[in-house]
């Protein structure tokens, strides 16, 4: 069993699993991260592979008295995925799913207009679309992205994090065309354990990223390498 801590912050998650990437290089590709945390990932993966960097924004359907258990996820355009099982077993009624559901809508509408200007979706037609987060514990979030992707045109689509809880891991690679995952512990417990530092990622450091790597590459130039 490895020791807790894998990586010493998300930037450098980022670089071990772009090492893991490589034989993408020179493909039509797009990174895509997962807002908030897994755009730092994503932007050092962008980077090292000179492949262009986006976002879809996924969002997390909280329990109303326990906001870090997923009972489903949304993303655009219009994508809701419930957990059905899980909501009758926590006994929750239709207006509790439903106004649960509007608040993470809302939030995700926030953060398209703040990310993407209100473009609900990148172009990801014919491209091969790398979905990054910093790490995979129930995985609802990235089931709705994957969803999303493939209404965006991908034509493949790749999972890759630095770290995975066991079932999460063997769910979503059945959905994908490729998992990449460095580390699937027997216990995930928290994805911010195997990190050194896991501070929150905030809304500016994601524009500011998204920023920087359309000046250091674009889809266009990605094309012709």
């Given amino acids: 069993m490895l020791g807790r801590t894998l990586f010493e912050d998300r ?10 990437l490589e034989h993408y290089r020179g493909e039509e590709v797009t990174i895509v991260g997962l807002p908030r945390g897994g755009v730092e990932v994503a932007f050092e993966v962008s980077r090292s592979l000179g492949a262009p960097l986006d976002v879809i924004v996924a969002g997390k359907v909280g329990a109303p008295m326990q906001p870090e258990l997923a009972i489903g996820a949304v993303a655009p355009p219009g994508i809701l995925l419930l957990d059905e099982d899980l909501i009758d077993q926590l006994g929750l ?24 200007g209100g473009e609900e979706l990148p172009d990801l037609q014919g491209r091969t679309c790398i979905l990054v987060d910093d790490g995979l514990a129930t995985g609802a979030t990235t089931r709705a992205a994957i ?17 995975c809880a066991p079932g999460a891991a063997e769910e979503i690679a059945q959905l994908v065309d490729e998992l990449v995952c460095l580390a699937v512990p027997d216990r995930l417990v928290a994805i911010g354990t ?15 990223m998204l920023e920087e790597a359309r000046d250091e590459v674009s889809p266009e130039d990605f094309s012709e390498l």
């Fill in 11 to 20: 930037r450098d998650a980022g670089r071990q699993l772009a090492a893991r």
């Fill in 93 to 116: 009624t239709d207006d509790e799913v439903e106004l649960a559901v509007s608040r993470t809508r809302k939030e995700v509408e926030r953060r398209i207009r703040e990310y993407r």
């Fill in 147 to 163: 969803e999303a992707a493939r209404l965006a045109g991908a034509e493949k689509v790749v999972v890759a994090v630095p770290v």
């Fill in 194 to 208: 195997w990190y050194r530092h896991f501070d929150q990622t905030s809304d500016a450091q994601v524009i500011e």
